[in-house]
């Protein structure tokens, strides 16, 4: 009689087990896990790899790019001058959101820039005339 719990125990545990162990092999027979994705962004999947070619892009659209970020980069930092002087929290948190739109509206411009090796990763942030 004591060995009814145990055996009871050992296969609820082995049918737990093959259940997980058909659900991982359900994810791998999925058409978009080809096997080739990165483990979570470590910066280990990327030793040993070639960086990847620039992308083309002409002149014009460069300076369509570059024009573009340069404007929302103006528009941050006008509002960061404004950010510094206020002093109601309510103003402040809504001048960050909007900070935070610019930045979103400007990372994938700089990414077009950096991929087609027209930019740099760091931006410049000209200081203001007072």
């Not at 096997?35 to 960086?51: A, T, V």
């Not at 900070?99 to 990414?111: Q, S, V």
Request: glycine share 6%; net charge positive.
């Amino acid at each position: 009689m004591r060995i009814t719990p145990f055996i009871a125990t050992i296969l609820l545990a082995g049918c737990a087990s093959q259940g997980a162990i058909d659900r991982f092999d359900a994810v791998l027979e999925q058409p978009w896990f080809d096997g080739s994705e990165r483990s979570y962004g470590s910066w280990l999947d990327q030793i040993g790899r070639r960086p990847q070619p620039a992308t083309p892009m002409s002149d014009a659209q460069a300076a369509a790019l570059s024009g573009q970020a340069a404007s929302l980069q103006a528009q941050a930092q006008a509002l960061r001058v404004e950010l510094a002087r206020e002093t109601d929290r309510t103003v402040r948190v809504k001048h960050y959101r909007a900070l935070r739109r610019i930045g979103d509206e400007l990372r994938p411009l700089e990414r077009q820039l950096q991929n087609a090796g027209r930019a740099s990763r760091t931006t410049v942030i000209q200081p203001y005339a007072s």
